[in-house]
């Protein structure tokens, strides 16, 4: 099946450092990557949907200048929150879709657990 | 209105019974639905896609009501394995690229 690797799978931090994760699709073409963000007992929260070779669309109240995204190749997309806060401690997931037609399900990386102190 | 809303339970099942929930919608333009299983502190992984003959895989059932606009998952014969967090998954509008999720049914298998 589809396999999609998210790294880290965690991350411990100072307040006010950048961190990159990664997301990669190991065995098919991730024409369009999602990022999300889940707190504790809550719903998945879309971030930004990437396509390759394009600019990230960000949904509404995501900061893109915090959150910079790269969709630079068909297998990978990385996500950098800059100058984390202890605010943006939380469960980060990537998902990747091979094609940009919504009946196709998304596959999601296994997550990286952000603690920023 | 909430895109997509679903009972967060738990929902505590005796080993072996039929336990079944649903996931409401608030578009009814929506076209793609999703189940996902979630572990605790885990990424959501892809149960089914609901079609709108309803599908079966195994143990579980998925259906589409349109009219009610909800979608529904159905585990028969309950295993200590199916503990998990069963989220759905919806487009929230026709055109839109991206999936709305719901908080996800708790479900714990009861031995």
């Known amino acids: 099946g589809a396999v999609v690797s998210q790294h880290p799978s965690w991350v411990i931090c100072k307040s006010g450092t950048s961190v990159k994760i990664e997301c990669r699709s190991l065995?098919?073409?991730?024409?369009?990557m999602f990022w999300y963000r889940q707190f504790p007992k809550q719903s998945l929260m879309l971030m930004a949907t990437?396509?390759?070779?394009?600019?990230?669309?960000?949904e509404q109240g995501v900061e893109k200048d915090k959150f910079l995204i790269n969709h630079a190749s068909l297998t990978l997309s990385t996500l950098t929150v800059t100058s984390a806060h202890p605010e943006d401690s939380s469960f980060y997931i990537c998902?990747?879709?091979?094609?940009?037609?919504?009946?196709?399900?998304?596959?999601f990386g296994d997550g990286t657990r952000l603690s920023i102190l | 209105r909430k895109e997509v809303e679903q009972d967060p339970g738990p929902f505590n099942v005796p080993e072996g019974a039929t336990v079944a929930f649903n996931c409401t919608y608030s578009?009814?333009?929506?076209?793609?639905f999703f189940w996902y299983r979630q572990d605790c502190r885990k990424e959501p992984k892809l149960l089914m896609s609901?079609?709108?003959s309803g599908n079966e895989d195994g143990r579980f059932t998925a259906q589409l009501n349109r009219a009610s606009q909800y979608i529904s998952l159905l585990i028969r014969d309950s295993k200590l394995s199916d503990s998990a967090t069963y989220l759905c998954?919806?487009?929230?509008?026709?055109?839109?690229?991206?999936?709305?999720f719901g908080k996800g049914n708790q479900v714990v298998v009861i031995p």
């Open positions: 990437s396509n390759e070779g394009s600019k990230a669309t960000y």
């Open positions: 578009n009814s333009a929506s076209q793609s």
């Open positions: 998954a919806v487009n929230p509008y026709y055109g839109n690229n991206r999936l709305a």
């Open positions: 998902s990747a879709r091979n094609g940009r037609r919504v009946e196709q399900p998304q596959h």
């Open positions: 065995d098919f073409q991730a024409t369009t």
């Open positions: 609901v079609y709108s």
